[in-house]
C-alpha cells in the first residue's frame, strides 16, 4: 500500500492564483482530513469528510474548499490565494472509531 | 470546545537524560488522547495513544483525569529522539483531532 499520497510537494503561487492540492489514499478510509501546519502554531483543520459526497469545515476553512467524490481522493482547492496561505499543508486518513489518522508527506505552498 | 495546550515549544536535554513533553487538555467528557511525532524531513506518525496503554521506542504517557494531563515521558533520551511532538485529543468517536502547538525537542550528544 503507497497509504496517503499528496501531490505536489512544493508549489511557488502568485497573489490571487488558484490551485488544487491532490490528496489519495489506498486504505478504503471513510474519513479524511486537510491540515495546515504553521510554525508554532502546531496543525489546524481545515477540511473533513467521513465519506463520500460528505465534507464538513474544520478550525479554518476561509479560502478553501474540497469536494469527495470518490472514497480514495480528497482534493483541497485555493480559488485566491493570499500570502496568509503560505504554509505546510498535510492531508490525514483514517479508518472508523479512534484510531490513528495516517499522514501524507505533505505539500509546501508559498504564496508571493 | 476542545483545547490542547503544551506549554514548551522548544525542549533540550542531553543524552540519557531523562525527559518528559507537557501536555494538558479541556475536554468535556472522556477523550481520547495521542502523541504524534514527526522526524526531520518525515510524516508525521502516531508515537502512541492512551487507550493501548504501549510504551513505543521508550516512551510511556499516563492519562490523568484530574489534572487534565497527559504528559510523555521517556526515562533515557537518545540522539535519534529529537523531532517535533505533537499532543492530540479526540472525542470517542474520533472523527476529529484537535493538536498542540507542538514541541520541539532537541537531544544532545
Known amino acids: 500500500n503507497a497509504g496517503v499520497t499528496q501531490t505536489p510537494k512544493f508549489r511557488i503561487l502568485k497573489i490571487g492564483q488558484s490551485m488544487t492540492l491532490q490528496c489519495t489514499q489506498d486504505?478504503?478510509?471513510?474519513?479524511m482530513y486537510w491540515y495546515r501546519q504553521d510554525p508554532g502554531m502546531g496543525l489546524k483543520l481545515i477540511y473533513y469528510s467521513v465519506g463520500a459526497g460528505i465534507t464538513d469545515k474544520g478550525e479554518v476553512p476561509n479560502g478553501y474548499n474540497v469536494s469527495r467524490s470518490t472514497t480514495e481522493d480528497f482534493p483541497l482547492r485555493l480559488e485566491l490565494a493570499a500570502p496568509s496561505q503560505t504554509s505546510v499543508y498535510f492531508c490525514?486518513?483514517?479508518?472508523?472509531?479512534?484510531?490513528?489518522?495516517?499522514f501524507g508527506p505533505g505539500t509546501r505552498l508559498t504564496v508571493t | 470546545a476542545q483545547r490542547v495546550t503544551q506549554p514548551e515549544k522548544l525542549l533540550s536535554v542531553f543524552k540519557g537524560a531523562p525527559v518528559e513533553l507537557k501536555c494538558n487538555y479541556s475536554?468535556?467528557?472522556?477523550?481520547?488522547l495521542f502523541w504524534y511525532v514527526q522526524y526531520s524531513r518525515q510524516r508525521l506518525q502516531l508515537l502512541l495513544r492512551?487507550?493501548s496503554r504501549e510504551s513505543i521506542k521508550g516512551f510511556t504517557a499516563d492519562l490523568n483525569k484530574g489534572e487534565t494531563s497527559f504528559h510523555l515521558k521517556k526515562p533515557f533520551a537518545q540522539e535519534e529522539d529529537s523531532a517535533m511532538y505533537y499532543c492530540a485529543l479526540s472525542g470517542p468517536s474520533g472523527s476529529r483531532l484537535t493538536f498542540g502547538e507542538g514541541t520541539q525537542l532537541t537531544v544532545n550528544p
Open positions: 492512551h487507550i
Open positions: 486504505m478504503n478510509h471513510n474519513y
Open positions: 475536554y468535556s467528557g472522556s477523550p481520547e
Open positions: 490525514a486518513s483514517k479508518g472508523q472509531g479512534p484510531y490513528e489518522q495516517y
